[in-house]
């Protein structure tokens, strides 16, 4: 009976202990998702597939500096992203807009980043495009895994044939071959990989509406980490460091 009793008393002292012991906690390490389909400059790897610089890699370094935390980085397909940000295997992943996840209200999300431009790439001979008609009956170069809200409703239709690839070199490449019609590109990769000796001779036309902003999505799987990485995001932009990495790669000192 004794026993018993003293089970009873130690029982809510072990279980306080407990609780504060997890309340106290503070997570030591910020796991970051960059997939390999964020085309250069956005993400960089080294032969052995991990990441080496990019912009990502500038934010998210600096960003787990002010944060007092070490840094993962985990190579994730981007169909993958959402599902582990809301189960808390990760904590963050950037250059995300809400328009582009099934369920944005499960996320936190940093301020904006920048604006990014998406373009339609052509063969230099071929005709401009300038609005939807344009693309009728075309084979476009998509990235796997990526949404393009303005054509949805034309590729669910078949109206406009969307056609995956991994890589924006690899999409370029088959425009090249005469195998695909147009490449959907955003400004920065582009630019980038023309400037780094890119293949072939082509055009670049904006699509028609206004350039989206990106975002870093956050889990909410823990609260305290996310308002600490949105506190330390907004600092980043707010001090010009993520348009000075901007400015460095698209070539402006």
């Not at 808390?88 to 209200?105: E, H, R, Y």
Request: with cysteine; net charge negative.
């Amino acid at each position: 009976m004794q026993s018993f009793l003293r089970y009873l008393v130690t029982l809510p002292l072990l279980l306080a202990t407990s609780h504060l012991v997890m309340a106290s906690a503070q997570p030591t390490q910020l796991r970051a998702a960059v997939s390999d389909s964020n085309t250069p400059p956005y993400a960089i790897f080294d032969a052995s597939g991990k990441l080496s610089s990019g912009l990502s890699k500038d934010i998210l370094d600096e960003l787990a500096v002010l944060s007092k935390l070490e840094i993962l980085y985990l190579d994730l397909p981007r169909a993958r992203i959402e599902g582990w940000l809301e189960t808390g295997q990760v904590d963050i992943a950037c250059f995300l807009n809400p328009d582009w996840v099934a369920q944005p209200g499960l996320y936190e999300w940093s301020p904006p980043l920048f604006a990014t431009q998406q373009l339609f790439i052509r063969r230099a001979d071929s005709p401009a495009i300038t609005a939807l008609p344009d693309l009728a009956g075309k084979r476009v170069g998509t990235t796997r895994g990526f949404t393009y809200p303005e054509l949805e409703q034309v590729f669910a239709l078949g109206d406009v044939i969307r056609d995956d690839a991994h890589t924006l070199q690899s999409n370029l490449q088959r425009l090249e071959q005469g195998r695909l019609d147009v490449v959907m590109s955003v400004d920065l990769s582009y630019y980038f990989f023309m400037s780094q000796g890119g293949l072939g001779h082509f055009g670049a036309d904006p699509i028609w509406s206004e350039p989206p902003s990106v975002y870093c999505a956050i889990s909410r799987y823990n609260p305290q980490l996310a308002a600490q990485l949105r506190t330390g995001l907004e600092q980043l932009v707010s001090s010009q460091f993520i348009n000075l990495q901007l400015r460095r790669y698209k070539g402006h000192h």
